[in-house]
């Protein structure tokens, strides 16, 4: 059980375009998802918060008309990169915590975004 | 901002070894998650543990929740080639968003 998926698990775009990746909680309701962003070797720097129905909630440094973030159902939540940039290349992973429980997170195996 | 001091950032230990990761905040934690990471892919829950004091085990991978919640350990006995990853722990307060440690990125060569 708690299995969350990403898609695409890999992208290559050129610059100026925009991607969407896809979050999903396969079998289970997720009223929040956490979006995340991994640079080689480091750790995850949480990027948003994402409550189902209502505006993601940003960290300081993350820009929201860059990285639209948009949680439309309890098991659905993407992530825009608009206007894409080199610098945007990076791992981007999605968590997603069950509704009925309290602590655990459920995370997706990445999407891997090269810029070009 | 609450943050979580890991370490050692690398360890590289012969197969047999015993070895230990530690991750320290100066902040109370509701709970505090244990992931294993291999390239490529997304974190895997190992544990969660809830309770100052609170002492789990997973096979040979120990995990212990100090007194405070401020601080955790996870220790593995006889580590493997197999144990080889980044190890990530990762404090949160109840409803809001996971606060990562640096990571450790283990090494088991046989």
Same mark, same amino acid.
């Given at each position: 059980?708690? !299995? ?14 925009? !991607? ?97 | +901002? ?17 070895? +230990? ?26 544990? &969660? ?12 991978? +120990? ?20 144990? &080889? ?10 409803? &809001? ?14």
């Amino acid at each position: 059980g708690a !299995v969350v998926s990403q898609h695409p698990s890999w992208v290559i775009c050129k610059s100026g375009t925009s !991607v969407k990746i896809e979050c999903r909680s396969l079998d289970f309701q997720a009223t929040t998802m956490f979006w995340y962003r991994q640079f080689p070797k480091q750790s995850l720097m949480l990027m948003a918060t994402s409550n189902e129905g209502s505006k993601a909630t940003y960290e300081q440094g993350v820009e929201k008309d860059k990285f639209l973030i948009n949680h439309a159902s309890l098991t659905l939540s993407t992530l825009t990169v608009t206007s894409a940039h080199p610098e945007d290349s990076s791992f981007y992973i999605c968590s997603a915590r069950d509704r009925t429980s309290y602590y655990e997170q459920y995370f997706g195996p990445g999407t891997r975004l090269t810029v070009t | +901002t609450q943050l979580l001091e890991q370490s050692p950032q690398f360890l590289s230990i012969q197969e047999g070894e015993n070895l +230990t990761v530690y991750c320290n905040s100066s902040s109370v934690f509701s709970s505090l998650q244990w992931y294993r990471q291999e390239p490529g892919e997304g974190p895997v829950l190992l544990v &969660t543990v809830v309770t100052g004091g609170e002492v789990k085990k997973l096979k040979r991978l +120990t995990f212990q929740f100090g007194d405070a919640r401020k601080d955790s350990s996870l220790h593995i006995t006889a580590a493997q080639p197999g144990d &080889t990853g980044l190890y990530l722990c990762a404090g949160e307060e109840a409803g &809001t968003a996971l606060i990562f440690g640096k990571g450790t990125t283990l090494s088991v060569s046989s």
